[in-house]
């Protein structure tokens, strides 16, 4: 019975940490810096932009996922 009721106090507990952070994962993503290169070949480096600013200038330049080291604008999460 000490085993069944300490499986359901950890699953009641994994549940609520699940329920009460379900958009944690978008907030870290945020953190990082934007980064730029004038064309496909070049090399890539920090503008200062902020996350919103980086996005919008993804849409104009890529049309493509931000978050991806492809096209001439990426947010870059590691750095």
Request: hydrophobic share 35%; charged share 25%.
């Amino acid at each position: 019975m000490k085993h069944f009721l300490l499986f359901f106090r950890l699953s009641v507990l994994a549940t609520a940490i699940s329920v009460g952070f379900p958009y944690s994962n978008q907030i870290s993503a945020v953190d990082g810096c934007c980064k730029e290169r004038p064309s496909l070949t070049s090399g890539w480096s920090p503008n200062g932009m902020s996350f919103k600013e980086c996005e919008n200038l993804n849409r104009s330049k890529d049309r493509d996922n931000v978050f991806d080291q492809r096209g001439l604008v990426w947010w870059d999460v590691r750095c």
